[in-house]
Structures are given as C-alpha cells and as structure tokens.
C-alpha cells in the first residue's frame, strides 16, 4: 500500500476535511461543557471549557493552512477568488476571523482587563458555531447525516441556555 492512499485520491482534501470536521465537533464539545456541568452540578468542569475552546481554535487554524497549503497552495489571486467566489469559504473565513479574539482573549489577564465585555465577546461562540455550521452545510454535497446532527446538538445546546430566560421571574447571573 502506497503512503498516503489511506486518505483517498486526493489526501490533501481528506486532510482539510478531517481538521474541519473536528473543529466542529471540538466547539460543540466547548459548548457542551456549560450546559454539562450544570446539569450534573459539577461547576469543575467549567475549568476544563477555556482548553476545549483554544483545542478547537487550534484545528479550526489548522482547517484553515491545511486549505492554504493543500488546496490552493498559497495562490494569493485562487485564495482571493475563493473568498468573494464560493460563500462557504467566505462563510468559514468569517467565523474564523470572530474566533480570534476569542482565543487572544481567553487569560484571565484578559477576563480581568475587559471586566463584563469579555462576557459579551464571548459570546460571540453562538454566532462562530452558527456560521460553521453553515459553513458545514454549504459545503457538503451529499449525506447531511453528520451536519443534521451537529445542527441538532447545537440546537439543542442553544435551547438549554435561552428557554430558562423566557420563564417569568428569570434572573441573570450577571
């Protein structure tokens, strides 16, 4: 067997594929924690959600040079054309762009600078999964298996946060 034909005839692409569906499933996981480790009262895991989040930075940036290298090979004008051509590269790069902050941000030096703006920009999470997951979407040409399921988690995630704040009588933590 020849080195590299485990990942198909194009290895390169099976690489980007690889990083990105885990990027997305390592900000699911960050997500999760929150919701996790209130509904098994476990404010410890709480510690672990800032090196999920910089685990998932981490691939989302290695998603992004494996396209750089891979798939466009560093052609500035092929990138350029990508980005305003074909929306779910524009899409993806968008929510890595919000992403960096996130991970530049993420000390406590940082949390203790920005005081309840750190809040708010984090929060930025939601809208950087949602365009993953868009990003996920556009791309997939077949089986949406996978995408449904990141879509159902996510929603699910999303109900669990929001729907407490509709019962009368709800007060924020902040």
Known sequence: ?????RLGPDAGEAVVLYLGDWSMWLLLITLAITSVSR??????????????GLFAFACVA?????????????????IVEDLTDRRYIT????????????ALTSTRGWQRRL???????????YLIVLLGLVHVFWLTKDGYAQPMLML???????????????????QSAN
Do not use: C, N
Request: aromatic share 12%; hydrophobic share 55%.
């Open 152 to 170: 159902a988690i996510f929603s699910l995630l999303m109900l669990e946060r929001f729907l407490p704040r509709l019962r009368p009588g709800y």
């Open 91 to 102: 899409v993806g790069f968008a929510a890595l762009l919000l992403l960096l902050p996130l």
């Open 1 to 5: 067997m020849a080195p590299g034909s």
């Open 62 to 78: 290695l998603h992004f040079l494996s396209y750089l290298t891979f798939l466009v090979t560093f052609d500035w004008p092929l």
């Open 39 to 52: 509904r098994l009262k476990r404010p410890q895991l709480i510690s672990i959600r800032r090196m999920a």
């Open 115 to 125: 005081g309840k703006r750190w809040k708010r920009l984090h929060r930025l999470i």
